[in-house]
Every structure is written in C-alpha cells, then in structure tokens.
C-alpha cells in the first residue's frame, strides 16, 4: 500500500513563507502529474498547484506569483514553496499523485496563516 506523506505545514505570519513537502512510501509507476490541494474550514477542496511528467506546471490564479511547485519523478517527491501567505491561504493542504490507474492522496498538512 503506497502512503503520501506530506510534512512541513505549521502557523506562520501573513507575509512569510513555508515550504511543504511530499514523499511516496514506494515507488508509483506511470505517473502522470502530482499537485498539491487545499481545504479551508467550511469549503470544498480546491486544486492549488500541478505539475505533469513533462514538468509543465499549472496554478490556481489565487497563488500565481507567490506559490511555486517542484517534484522529482524518480524520487516520487512534490514540493510546494509558499510565499507571501496570506490568511486565506489558511487550509489543510494535500499531496496528490496520478497515475495511469488511480489517484493517490497524502493525509493533509495544515497550513496557518495568523498574526
């Protein structure tokens, strides 16, 4: 059984930065993207930041300009570099791989984003 595990959420203040990350348990073949999502208290998940085999990356317009995501096939590892955080971007966020057969899922982070 393949496991996401993500780590590197906590509180931070408005204006600073985390970076999260995620590692596979095993190896997962024929990945197609990973990518990061988001869940504040109260709403839906919602997709954040994804980047394909070929490296193309994608972004919510609510984080283009201050979130950059990074992963290493090989590794089975995503990142996600968070600057300029704002309270909104206040959620748990998850780590997400797909394959050509399924989707995997991380058990979440939290990410706070107070004063």
């Known amino acids: 059984q393949v496991q996401l595990v993500e780590s590197g959420g906590g509180l931070v203040q408005p204006g600073g930065s985390l970076r999260l990350s995620c590692a596979a348990s095993r190896s997962i073949f024929s990945i197609n993207a990973m990518g990061w999502y988001r869940q504040a208290p109260g709403k839906e998940r919602e997709l954040v930041a994804t980047?394909?085999?070929?490296?193309?990356?994608s972004y919510a317009d609510a984080v283009k300009g201050r979130f950059t995501i990074s992963g290493d096939n090989a590794k089975n590892t995503v990142y996600l570099q968070m600057s300029g955080l704002k309270p909104e971007d206040t959620a748990v966020y998850y780590c997400n791989v797909e394959n050509r057969w399924r989707d995997y899922w991380g058990q979440g982070t939290q990410v706070t984003v107070s004063s």
């Open positions: 980047i394909s085999t070929g490296s193309s990356t």
